[in-house]
């Protein structure tokens, strides 16, 4: 928000210089991102936080500026007699109120024989310095109290209003608006308007209509000054597509207590620029204002959460200066919250607002005190394991990528998976934002899918992110942990070997190496069917017969609806069961005493049966003398009977007690392969 230093002095009763003005209000807790001189002004670009609707006004920066620096302010006559004033609704105005909800409060006032012409030169370098342009006197005056106090007001053509009466209510099906901008828009029946007799004349709290704007052939006005819900005002500049400086605060909220006292404001400024008189009372529709809250704080507390001790009398002044009217009772104190202090509602936030008006720079720096508790134990461990993965995969020549946990429906959809239990968004921004991701497939198919485009030859990605599922029971949404892995594109050669295309195997070898590094010990990979992979090449990682993962090849039709025109492979695994089967501690092993024998086998099996199968007979057999079982042989052709294939390994026995003898391993080998025969009908060739 733009702040003009020149209008900020015209609150504060002492004179003071541009830059301690900054320092205090960069003190307080108010980001000063620039400062620019205009005209020989100095203006200050500051960063208001969501929570402070309060400092959106030249008057909320200058409360702010008097609390940190102890200098009181001054406020306009109209302003100090009017602020927390309900007027009546039966004044010259006829304001009826359709939506309560959605319009608590609407104060109309009626002025007539106005003057519509230029603005004084004051008051057009005000708004240049907000930078705002000067339409006319009466536009001007409105936008002038707009900054100055926070309301945002609007003036109306009076005799263009038709039976000279406001309504506030929704629109009606077919209803549409030429705003000040000259654009006719469409109006959702979600939408609150400001109507006449007969038609809207305004999109409420966001923009007036162009034919009940102000001209030079204006004699009569009407002013409004209302608050609207937030959330009203939000749905509606989104689905218009339209947003003013009137909609940036009423999405954040008005102050109550301004209401009335900044249409007074105005039509002073109106009496005193444009020569108008008020006709009549002004009408206040809508809800009583509701009484200041009360907030009670334990002096005790303060030195608890803030580690430091701040005396009683210190506490009082500061919230003296803050307008909160403190009555200290022992211990405790009960201040009473201003309206416009919305973000002030329990003993915390007054404490915070003690550390910011005490000094955080007199806040000790020092190393905080606490004891670890299994829950951050967990935290440290999962901390770990994520961070032993991301150094694993990139050491193997994967690059970590980053996507956004909104997604579309249409994109699950294509992966296949079932849409229950998604986590959907009730506002999204867009389509292709309504739900929260429920796997990570579909945004590392979308990665391989750019990446191709840019003709990106080789891909090897993977993402470590969370993921969202509704929990039926609970009615709960539950977030996981997931690592996703995508492989794409083409293996550069070398003098050696030919340039190839990444297959299956690769990606099987980057996950086995990776549950080795992690210290997963006995787990075995099982033909699996998954909606997005291949039947044939669709695997689970199993530990403990329980599925951990799931890993494969893209099904075409899926990679199509991605316009991925080759072959990828993906795989999934939650993080939490690789946390509970992860062991990342180092243990020394010496090398072997006693040297290996290695003894070759050929095999003829069904097609159907898996190398896990045959890994498990082989190891099983063996005792615990086996070290290594290395597949170097795999044949299919006319010399094998259709649904067989022939198999070759090389097995590695060793113990590390003794040295094995020929006689020993050879028992042992003819075991292998009785119990290869036996389990798997295997035929020894």
């Known amino acids: 928000m733009r702040v003009s230093f020149d209008w900020l002095k015209d609150f504060m009763e002492v004179k003071m210089d541009a830059a301690k003005a900054q320092g205090f209000l960069t003190m307080t807790g108010l980001e000063i991102t620039a400062v620019t001189d205009i005209d020989g002004d100095h203006v200050m670009e500051i960063e208001v ?27 306009p006559d109209s302003v100090k007699k009017n602020f927390m004033k309900k007027g009546s609704s039966k004044g010259s105005v006829k304001i009826e109120i359709l939506d309560k909800n959605a319009c608590p409060r609407y104060v109309g006032c009626i002025m007539k024989n106005v003057k519509v012409g230029p603005t004084p030169k004051w008051l057009v370098q005000r708004l240049n310095a907000m930078g705002v342009r000067s339409v006319n006197n009466i536009v001007d005056i409105t936008n002038y109290a707009l900054f100055e106090l926070g309301q945002p ?51 409420a709290g966001i923009m007036g209509g162009k034919d009940t704007e102000i001209t030079e052939s204006t004699k009569n006005i009407l002013i409004e000054s209302a608050c609207f819900d937030p959330v009203v005002i939000r749905k509606a500049c989104r689905h218009l597509s339209l947003a003013s400086e009137s909609s940036y605060r009423f999405e954040r909220g008005v102050d109550q207590g ?31 204002l509701e009484k200041e809250k009360e907030v009670t704080l334990d002096l005790n507390e303060i030195q608890r959460i803030l580690g430091i001790k701040v005396a009683a009398e210190d506490i009082k002044e500061i919230f003296k200066r803050l ?51 299994k829950t951050y134990q967990l935290e440290k461990k999962t901390a770990s394991i994520e961070n032993e993965i991301r150094k694993i995969l990139c050491r193997l020549g994967l690059n970590e990528i980053m996507t956004y946990a909104l997604t579309s429906a249409d994109a ?85 070997e030919k340039p190839r295309d990444m297959d299956f195997f690769d990606l099987k070898g980057v996950i086995e190496i990776l549950l080795d590094s992690v210290g997963v010990r006995d787990y075995r990979i099982e033909k ?79 097609d159907a049966i898996n190398a896990s199968n045959i890994y498990s007979v082989i190891k099983e057999e063996a005792r615990g003398l086996v070290r290594s079982v290395d597949v170097f042989d795999l044949y299919k052709g006319q010399q094998i009977q259709e649904g067989k294939k022939s198999l070759a390994y090389t097995i590695e026995y060793r113990s590390d007690e003794r040295t094995l003898n020929d006689k020993e391993v050879n028992e042992l080998h003819k075991k292998v392969q009785d119990a290869l025969m036996k389990r798997l009908s295997a035929q020894i060739r």
């Open 49 to 75: 936080t969501p929570n402070r609707p309060d400092c959106l006004s030249i008057l909320g920066i200058a409360r702010e500026l008097s609390a940190a620096s102890g200098v009181s302010i001054k406020l």
């Open 153 to 203: 007001l609007h003036a109306f053509d009076l005799d263009k209003l038709e039976q000279k009466r406001i309504i506030v209510r929704r629109a009606k099906k077919g209803e549409s608006i030429v705003t000040i901008d000259g654009v006719n828009r469409s109006l959702d029946q979600n939408i609150l308007v400001i109507a006449d007799g007969v038609r809207p004349v305004a999109v």
């Open 258 to 288: 301004m209401i009335f006292a900044s249409s007074a404001r105005a039509q002073e400024l109106v009496k005193e620029i444009a020569r108008g008189r008020v006709v009549g009372m002004p009408s206040d529709a809508g809800a009583k």
């Open 323 to 373: 307008h909160l009217n403190p009555v200290r009772k022992k211990d405790m104190i009960t201040v009473t919250v201003p309206s416009y202090r919305t973000d002030l509602n329990r003993d915390i936030d007054l404490i915070e607002e003690v550390a910011r008006l005490y000094g955080y720079d007199k806040v000790p720096s020092r190393l905080p005190l606490f004891t670890p508790h």
């Open 412 to 496: 699950v959809e294509r992966l296949g998976i079932t849409a229950e239990n998604l986590v959907r968004l009730r506002n999204p921004m867009s389509s292709q934002q309504e739900i929260m991701r429920p796997s990570l497939l579909s945004e590392m198919l979308e990665t391989l899918n750019w990446n191709l485009n840019r003709k990106n030859a080789l891909l090897q990605l993977f993402e470590l992110n969370k993921v969202y599922i509704m929990n039926k029971a609970t009615g709960q949404a539950e977030e996981t942990m997931r690592l996703c892995i995508g492989m794409c594109g083409n293996k550069p050669g070398n003098w050696k």
């Open 528 to 606: 699996t069917q998954h909606p997005s992979l291949k039947e044939s090449m669709s695997v689970n990682i199993v530990v403990n017969n329980k599925p951990c993962g799931v890993f494969g090849e893209v099904k075409e039709d899926v990679a199509r609806k991605f316009d991925i025109k080759r072959k990828a492979y993906v795989a999934e695994m939650p993080i939490d069961d690789l946390l509970s089967l992860a062991n990342l501690k180092k243990t020394f092993t010496a090398l072997p005493k006693y040297p290996s024998v290695k003894r070759d086998i050929a095999i003829l099996v069904d």
